[in-house]
């Protein structure tokens, strides 16, 4: 490696995160209606440090929704090409007032600094622009090409971006992608991540009668949609956390031996785990351990629920209406449209005749699992060796990343996580945060990832 360039980034430290908190001032948003200006100017933020970086042919590229900001290097020719992805779109703040700091007053408190997008993933592209940076200043190129995709709507299930990478089949060839939006297993434990769940998210309403009726008067002689809706979502799983709709597992590759037993040597501590999230006790599928349950099986979940009077003090009424947000992880090879079939069809068997039913399709996305074996993926392991001077632990990631399936799909690519998070981010939640110790030697790899990607034999 080249020790001007790992000077260069370890003389800039403070410089970085001061830039950085420029990028998390803007509150791009993109669940938000109101913040699509916001999300533009972050976009627009992006563009301008990435040709500050080094980039050339830099623009933000208009697509249905929020701008894709696309930039390139392509001075090594016979060099492998990579495709470097990630988000400048954040999640919604609620709850406000339990963030110690503002959200978008970045703020450095014992060596993290906490504000939205911190970690997710504002935070974890900003180390790509610096390591792009470093080898730009200290020796005028990159090892490597180098293609930038950076999308507005990663947060909000990524509709455009498929499309998009559809569209520009040409403009996004590449040999490898690499993406920073991933966390590590722990603390002082470097990882790569080789698998991600998918998704497939729906919305159920139910209505019982035309308006909300005096629980006294009306009571006892209709079905109440709060109470069916409960029942509903009761027959959702069994006992043992093992989900009911019908063909739900057809599709669900086993976990083999030999990966349970690799599970089974991760640094993990349960009574830790549940400690750190708070719950009295853990819970999940019969028969996997915790690790298993939360990234290599499927789920399924209630995000939300909302039916009646939810107010101070009491309010006798039956309401006319109930509705549930739910989703399920998909693990290789389910198919989210055909998971999104069998649901629909196992909700209308259940719904009972005494209300009326609707189910909407949200976002969703397909799993995905790299083979280890995968030459990018070796070097990334020994960047982050390098980056961390410690060996990388091999993960998969509970979370999605629905673009990953398309980049293989569409472009043949495979793809190299190599992210840094850690699992106290708290990324969606308040008091996002991203470790500094993390993102500073997270930029040393990613410099020391292009030079080892660019001498893999191709
Ligand atoms: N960075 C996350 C994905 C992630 C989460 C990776 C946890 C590893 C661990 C990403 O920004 C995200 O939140 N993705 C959504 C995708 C969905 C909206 C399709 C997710 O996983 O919920
Ligand atoms: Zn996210």
Redesign the pocket.
């Given at each position: 490696m080249n020790t001007q360039i790992v000077d260069f980034i370890n003389t800039n430290r403070d410089r970085y995160v001061e830039e950085l908190k420029g990028w998390l001032a803007i509150p791009s948003i993109s669940a938000l209606p109101e913040h699509v200006g916001d999300v533009r100017r972050a976009a627009e933020w992006a563009a301008s440090e990435m040709t500050r970086a080094g980039l050339g042919n830099v623009r933000l590229i208009d697509t249905p929704g929020n701008p894709v900001v696309y930039g390139e290097w392509l001075g090594a020719p016979g060099a492998p090409t990579i495709l470097y992805y990630g988000?400048y779109d954040v999640?919604p703040v609620d709850p406000l007032d339990l963030w110690q700091s503002p959200p978008f007053e970045a703020t450095v408190r014992e060596g993290e600094i906490y504000a939205r997008g911190a970690s997710?993933?504002k935070g974890q592209v900003f180390m790509h622009f610096k390591a792009i940076e470093a080898h730009m200043k200290q020796t005028g190129r990159l090892p490597v090409n180098f293609k930038v995709i950076l999308e507005g709507e990663?947060?909000?299930?990524?509709r455009n971006l498929d499309p998009f990478i559809r569209a520009h089949k040409d403009l996004l060839q590449a040999d490898v992608v690499v993406i920073s939006?991933?966390?590590m297993f722990d603390r002082n434990v470097p990882s790569l991540?080789y698998g991600?769940?998918g998704?497939s998210?729906f919305q159920i309403d139910l209505r019982g009668t035309s308006t909300d009726l005096h629980s006294g008067t009306y009571g006892g002689a209709v079905a109440n949609p709060a109470f069916v809706l409960a029942q509903m979502l009761a027959q959702m799983k069994d006992r043992g956390g093992r989900i009911k709709i019908p063909g739900f597992y057809d599709d669900v590759r086993p976990l083999s031996e030999a990966e349970r037993e690799e599970f089974k040597k991760l640094p993990f501590n349960e009574k830790q785990y549940r400690k750190a999230i708070g719950a009295p006790r853990l819970f999940g599928e019969t028969g996997y351990s915790t690790m298993e349950r939360a990234s290599a099986r499927p789920t399924f979940e209630v995000n939300g629920l909302l039916s009646g009077f939810t107010g101070e003090g009491a309010k006798t009424v039956l309401p006319a209406v109930a509705m549930a947000k739910v989703s399920m992880r998909l693990v290789p090879n389910q198919d989210p449209e055909k998971i999104g079939d069998l649901f629909e069809a196992y909700v209308k068997k259940i719904t009972p005749k005494t209300v009326e039913v609707k189910v909407t399709r949200m976002?969703?996305?397909k799993p995905w699992m790299a083979s280890l074996d995968n030459p990018y993926v070796q070097a990334a392991g020994r960047a982050i060796q390098t980056g961390f001077g410690q060996a990388p632990v091999f993960m998969r990631?509970?979370?999605?990343?629905?673009v990953v399936a398309t980049f293989q799909e569409v472009l043949g690519l495979p793809s190299v996580l190599f992210?840094v998070?850690l699992p106290d981010d708290r990324?969606?939640a308040p008091n996002e945060k991203l470790d500094l110790a993390n993102f500073h030697n997270g930029i040393i790899a990613s410099a020391v990832l292009y030079e080892e990607i660019a001498a893999v034999q191709r």
């Open positions: 988000h999640q997710d993933d990663e947060e909000v299930g990524s939006d991933t966390g991540c991600l769940r998704l998210y976002h969703g996305g990631e509970g979370g999605s990343i629905p992210g998070g990324i969606h």
